[in-house]
């Protein structure tokens, strides 16, 4: 066991090592982008919906005006001070200022939308992954079951609609014809945050349809690809034999085909679960959703670089830890991947 | 092991009568029959080793996967039937019933060509035993698999392993120690050497003769490999082109083989200071998708006659020799 741990640290430093350089690159790369697009200063911008608004400003204001809100910003000096000063920040927690909402903090603007996101898509994420999976698995080894064939042709139906219209289509008819379901937002507008029963029930039912629409559209994809692999694993020499020593079917779906799919069904989850943290924009703005999505959509329409980076960090670190959780976890679900490196 | 059994074992008959199996494959729009096994029939009673050989192709894995009733969509029995008989209880195999599928495991059991991708790659080897007696009703008891662990020579740390750990050899002694788990009174094993280096082999080999004469088992073993008959086998049947050309006592037919096909393949097996050149057979081997007509082996034979070409040769026993021998061939009629 003494030696297990020892591998384990290795194994666990490395890829510690790994996600920290991935985190680093990603965070290099955001901080860039929005700053190397033309025409994209934020201080210009605020100085022009200050224009569009109607107000008159001298000439001569506007450039110091320019340089105010530029310090104001954080963005003053050369890019490579700007990067060591945003790295400095953020390693204390601070994202910065949000630009269009000034000066709310960005890590205030994401708190209020991330649980509401990652409430959603996580929940989603894991229901379809764990409905598709099963009927996968079940549907490789009882190919020729009504039910099965009957899901297979609906999830290949839903596949190709693009999931805007699947959405308005739901949002058409259960909240405007049928009027089961809200038509937006999060919960009912008047009512506090709280752990009263008035306000979960509001947010389930707010959450329903953008919640049905991402499952229906997951577990049609998870259920393709199990039955996929699965029925790849049906075929093999050793569930054959299995076959032949006549172990129980039931032992022989669980055991020998559903967990040797699994380590490529669980990685694929795994890293679904890490883009969680970007939101999904178009869920959010068909279902009027508070979430990271729509959040971050305005914040790339408006320049707001401290918002989009806080964003996209918030992605980065999801995923990359998402990423280092698949290598920690594959060895347990499949005894040949091992943190030593190398097959027995 | 009880004195029932041991009975029960002796009684073992196992009998193919005309056996026809054919797969049923689609080329280019058009279903065609692949005639795999044509007319097979043999009959072994007790505890005897018979080994079918035959060279790549020639239907032997289909005349084993029949055999054990192994069949699906894609191989059907077209026609004749095998019977097995326990004693108490008896079983067949046949274009209208497959009743053997109950026997499994418990009074036959199989040995699969592939035996070294046979074990769950994500499964403990203790888990997969544990899998074996759960589904076939018997208490799982660690010791007793032990020792019938020691008894295929393995160790019995292996439990805690997975497949992958293990070595070629020591997985084809686990597939050998799950056949043997439930004693069965019929084991087929097709080709379980082949995948192995020829030292393992020949272990592998006494194992499974060791075991058939420990539990006066009936084994059905499968090559293509001729020279490993003489050691193991009792009884020997040459396959070729899906049909058995020839039958009889191991002795009988390496010292007087009588089909011409036999002649080739014993005249290729290599002897220490024989120095002469090995000369291949004539021709190709048979498509069984459209076999030639009359004898399947006649494009081939040196001998070949009118009445080859005509007519197959039906299995009858020769008279000219003074063991119980059975050949295919117009040159004995």
Redesign the interface.
């Known amino acids: 066991m003494g030696g297990f741990l020892k591998f384990f640290i290795r194994y666990l430093g490395a890829r510690l090592i790994v996600c920290f350089l991935v985190i680093f690159v990603g965070v290099t790369i955001t901080f860039l982008i929005p700053r190397l697009i033309p025409g994209s200063n934020p201080a210009e911008i605020a100085v022009r919906r200050l224009q569009m608004a109607g107000a008159y400003l001298p000439p001569e204001s506007v450039e110091p005006m320019r340089e105010a809100l530029l310090k104001l910003y954080g963005l003053e000096g050369s890019m490579i001070e700007q990067y060591f000063r945003y790295w400095r920040e953020l390693l204390k927690g601070n994202l910065g200022p949000s630009f269009a909402s000034f000066p709310t903090p960005v890590v205030v603007l994401i708190s209020r939308s991330l649980p509401w996101t990652v409430g959603l898509l996580a929940l989603t994420a894991v229901v379809s992954w764990v409905i598709g999976t099963l009927l996968g698995g079940v549907a490789s080894y009882r190919g020729k079951r009504l039910w099965v064939r009957v899901f297979e042709m609906f999830s290949n139906a839903v596949r190709p609609i693009p999931y805007y219209i699947f959405a308005l289509t739901l949002l058409i008819i259960f909240a405007y014809v049928l009027r089961w379901f809200p038509a937006g937002g999060a919960f009912q507008v008047g009512i506090v945050p709280s752990f009263s029963s008035t306000f979960v029930k509001s947010v389930i039912k707010h959450g329903f349809l953008p919640a049905l629409s991402l499952i229906i559209i997951g577990m049609g994809a998870w259920f393709l690809n199990m039955r996929n692999l699965a029925s790849g694993v049906t075929h ?3 569930v ?9 079917e039931s ?1 022989i779906l669980k ?2 085909v559903m ?2 799919a699994m380590p490529a069904q669980l990685t694929g989850l795994a890293l679904q679960l890490g883009t969680v943290f970007s939101g999904t924009i178009i869920t959010e703005i068909v279902f009027n959703y508070p979430g990271l999505g729509t959040l971050a959509f305005t914040a790339i329409m408006q320049s707001d670089y401290n918002l989009i980076m806080g964003i996209t960090l918030c992605s980065i670190v999801a995923v990359a830890f998402a990423t280092l959780l698949v290598d920690l976890l594959l060895p347990f ?4 991947i091992q943190y030593t490196g190398g ?2 | 092991m009880s004195k029932t059994s041991l009975d029960l074992q002796t009684t073992v008959h196992v009998e193919a009568s005309n056996l026809k199996a054919y797969y049923l494959t689609e080329q280019q729009g058009v279903m065609k029959e692949v005639k795999a096994v044509e007319d097979v029939s043999f009959d072994i009673e007790g505890s005897k080793f018979l080994a079918i050989v035959g060279e790549s192709g020639c239907g032997k894995t289909t005349l084993a996967k029949v055999l ?1 009733g ?1 069949v699906n969509s894609n191989l059907s029995i077209i026609g004749g039937r095998i019977c097995y008989s326990f004693g108490d209880a008896q079983y067949e195999v046949s274009p209208t019933a497959n009743t053997l ?1 109950d026997a ?2 418990k009074k036959i ?2 040995v ?1 060509q ?1 035996s070294l ?8 080897l203790k ?1 997969i035993f544990l ?2 007696a ?3 009703g018997v208490p799982f008891q660690e010791e007793k698999v032990k020792n019938h662990l020691k008894m295929v020579k393995l160790p019995p740390y292996i439990l805690r392993m ?1 497949p ?2 293990l070595s070629g050899g020591m997985r084809q002694r686990v ?1 050998i120690a ?1 056949a043997t788990l439930l004693h069965p009174s019929v084991i087929i094993a097709d080709e379980p050497t082949s995948a192995l280096d020829v030292v393992t082999q020949r272990d592998i080999l006494r194992l499974l003769k060791s075991i058939q004469v420990d539990a006066k088992s009936t084994f059905i073993f499968i090559t293509h490999d001729i020279s490993l008959v003489p050691d193991l086998a009792d009884f020997m049947a040459i396959m070729y082109g899906g049909c058995i050309v020839e039958y009889g006592p191991t002795e009988a037919i390496f010292s007087r083989p009588l089909h011409p096909y036999t002649k080739f393949l014993l005249s290729t097996v290599p002897t220490i200071g024989d120095k002469t050149e090995k000369q291949p057979i004539p021709g190709s081997p048979v498509n069984l998708i459209d076999p030639p007509p009359g004898c399947r082996f006649h494009p081939r034979c040196p001998y070949g006659e009118k009445i080859c070409a005509e007519q197959r040769p039906g299995l009858v026993e020769n008279k000219a020799n003074s063991w119980e021998c059975r050949v295919a061939c117009w040159l004995y009629r």
């Open positions: 093999e020499d050793f054959i034999f299995a076959h032949q020593m006549k172990i129980k032992t055991n020998y967990k040797t679900v499949d005894p040949r097959a027995g | 054990y192994f599928k499994w495991w059991s199989y699969p592939g991708s046979a074990l769950n790659p994500v499964r403990k888990d899998d074996l759960n589904s076939h997975y992958f750990e597939v799950l």
